[in-house]
């Protein structure tokens, strides 16, 4: 059998990462832990399955388990599928499943492309047009969506599997070998893709080579969060998108750890929930879910004792929240910015050097440059576009030459984020470079007025916008989310004016004030403003 190692030299700053001429990451991920001794180990805890499962459902997976699995899926897969490098779209909800699936397609020399599981039938639809793909695999609780989809769409995969049942990917597993030769690949080779949100317009692929994996697990799971295999991680973000794939399976993996898995909406008491009973030792979530969290620890205590510390990406996180959990669980939430396109966090607060309100320090790694208009970069405190350098960056959209040419220039990556780096070196969120502001003639980030309306009490989330005045002049408007609808009045909103007013310059407070029950966010919890705009 061909090397697939890979060297991580961890005494460089960054830590350098070398790979074997032939290189597939799922021997790395998967099969090296056989070596090591990490057979008998816990990989994946089912946190949806009692305590006393129904037969066929297990609790535990062992990396042993999860090795054989990966296998004989890759074998089934492979069988199936009508050309080699294919791509096997799957809509399969956190499980063991998604790993089997994930990395057996990997390993077989097919492309897996996990899909948000929140879409509907006609987004499913272009995904298996634009994608091509030789093969779907999804879990039941998505087939009604799906079968429509398939019934609406020109193009027809080779094959689709259903991941329960019988003459599903569950009941056929047993069929097929436990052995697996990997395909051969670099780490330069096309891996598997990701689709973009698509919060302003249709989705895009982006294509991830077998070392982008490595990257982030290198240059965050290890030398940003400090990650070793006793950490058990469990996120609330879940495996369809980048920042849950890497939070609940590539970097556990990557340390020979556990994940908790959970298909369940991510509520606050289901969070609690599963760390008071699995235990983890990092929690991953987004700033949506802590506020909420918050609130119903308002109601009452839960036992954070386990947790080491928690991450959050998606959005900004506010400082207000940052202090309140502090105070509330005596942990830490660690910021972050990632992307699709890079995979995972690129820009993050640590344990070590943190600063409420801002995303931190560039990941090891990964280069930052902020520019304006004219491609000049910014002087320090000045705010502008927010281009990345890394090794987990796509390479290009597929079937999108000109998003491809638009967003990845030269090596960079164009995040489409508008940034500024203070003089401490920790880098500031204004908004994505579309929800920018021009009030009064000056540049003004909704950020910084949706922070200073969430730290008065009666605020959990708030989002800004822009609206034309009788005078077609641009000022800010407000939706907000409050702790209790009950309270939404007149004179909240003339409270809440003021409170804006006494905390940041006079052009920036909102000029009107909308309370709604919930914002339009994308699934990986970023707000969609261009929702609230006026028409």
């Known amino acids: 059998m061909a090397d697939h190692s890979v060297t991580i030299d961890h005494s460089a700053t960054p830590s350098q990462i070398e790979y074997s001429p032939v290189f597939n990451v799922a021997v790395t991920m998967i099969d090296r832990h056989m070596v090591e001794g990490r057979g008998g180990y816990p990989a994946i805890i089912n946190a949806d399955v009692n305590a006393d499962p129904e037969e066929g459902a297990e609790r535990q997976v062992t990396y042993q388990q999860l090795a054989e699995r990966v296998n004989r899926c890759g074998n089934l897969l492979r069988s199936l599928a009508s050309e080699p490098g294919g791509r096997i779209l799957m809509v399969v909800k956190d499980c063991p499943e998604f790993f089997y699936i994930f990395w057996g397609a990997i390993k077989a020399g097919l492309v897996p492309v996990p899909l948000n599981t929140l879409l509907r039938a006609d987004d499913y639809r272009f995904m298996i047009e634009d994608s091509d793909c030789t093969g779907l695999v999804y879990s039941p609780e998505y087939q009604s969506e799906i079968?429509?989809?398939?019934?609406?769409?020109?193009?027809?995969?080779?094959?689709?599997?259903?991941?329960?049942?019988?003459?599903?990917?569950?009941?056929?597993?047993?069929?097929?070998?436990?052995?697996?030769?990997?395909?051969?690949a670099t780490a330069d080779s096309e891996c598997f893709w990701l689709y973009s949100s698509g919060s302003t317009g249709r989705p895009k692929g982006a294509v991830h080579r077998h070392r982008d994996i490595a990257a982030t697990c290198v240059h965050y799971a290890v030398d940003t969060l400090g990650m070793v295999q006793d950490d058990i991680c469990f996120s609330a973000a879940k495996l369809f998108f980048a920042y849950g794939l890497g939070n609940a399976m590539t970097f556990p993996l990557w340390?020979?750890?556990?994940?908790?898995?959970?298909?369940?909406?991510?509520?606050?008491?289901?969070?609690?929930?599963?760390?008071?009973?699995?235990?983890?030792?990092?929690?991953?979530?987004?700033?949506?879910?802590?506020?909420?969290?918050?609130?119903?620890?308002?109601?009452?205590?839960?036992?954070?004792?386990?947790?080491?510390?928690?991450?959050?990406?998606?959005?900004?996180?506010?400082?207000?929240?940052?202090?309140?959990?502090?105070?509330?669980?005596?942990?830490?939430?660690?910021?972050?910015?990632?992307?699709?396109?890079?995979?995972?966090?690129?820009?993050?607060?640590?344990?070590?050097?943190?600063?409420?309100?801002?995303?931190?320090?560039?990941v090891p790694g990964y280069s930052l440059k902020i520019l304006n208009d004219e491609d000049e970069t910014v002087p320090t405190g000045e705010a502008g576009r927010l281009l990345i350098q890394g090794d987990s960056n796509s390479t290009y959209y597929w079937n999108n030459p000109q998003k491809t040419a638009e967003t990845m220039v030269d090596g960079w990556l164009n995040t489409g984020d508008t940034y500024f780096e203070d003089p401490d070196g920790y880098f500031v969120y204004c908004g994505r470079s579309?929800?920018?502001?021009?009030?009064?003639?000056?540049?003004?980030?909704?950020?910084?007025?949706?922070?200073?309306?969430?730290e008065h009490p009666k605020v959990m989330e708030a989002a800004i916008v822009g609206r034309p005045d009788t005078d077609e002049l641009i000022k800010p408007e407000a939706f907000v989310v409050l702790n209790e609808a009950k309270d939404a009045s007149d004179s909240l909103a003339d409270d809440l004016l003021k409170h804006c007013q006494d905390g940041l310059a006079r052009y920036k407070y909102p000029r009107w004030f909308n309370f709604v029950d919930e914002l339009p966010k994308t699934a990986t919890g970023k707000i969609q403003r261009f929702k609230l705009r006026p028409n």
């Open 147 to 184: 079968t429509s989809a398939l019934a609406a769409s020109g193009h027809h995969p080779a094959f689709v599997l259903c991941t329960e049942g019988p003459s599903g990917m569950s009941g056929l597993l047993q069929d097929y070998s436990f052995v697996l030769e990997p395909a051969p």
């Open 255 to 362: 340390v020979g750890g556990t994940a908790v898995l959970s298909g369940l909406r991510p509520s606050p008491e289901v969070t609690f929930q599963i760390i008071e009973e699995h235990k983890p030792t990092i929690f991953f979530g987004v700033p949506t879910l802590y506020a909420a969290q918050l609130r119903a620890l308002d109601e009452a205590e839960r036992d954070f004792s386990s947790i080491r510390c928690c991450v959050s990406a998606g959005e900004a996180l506010p400082a207000d929240i940052f202090r309140r959990w502090q105070e509330k669980t005596g942990t830490l939430i660690l910021d972050g910015i990632g992307s699709t396109e890079a995979l995972h966090i690129f820009i993050s607060n640590t344990l070590e050097d943190y600063r409420p309100g801002t995303s931190g320090k560039p």
């Open 434 to 454: 579309d929800d920018m502001l021009k009030v009064g003639g000056i540049w003004c980030s909704p950020v910084e007025i949706e922070s200073r309306l969430i």
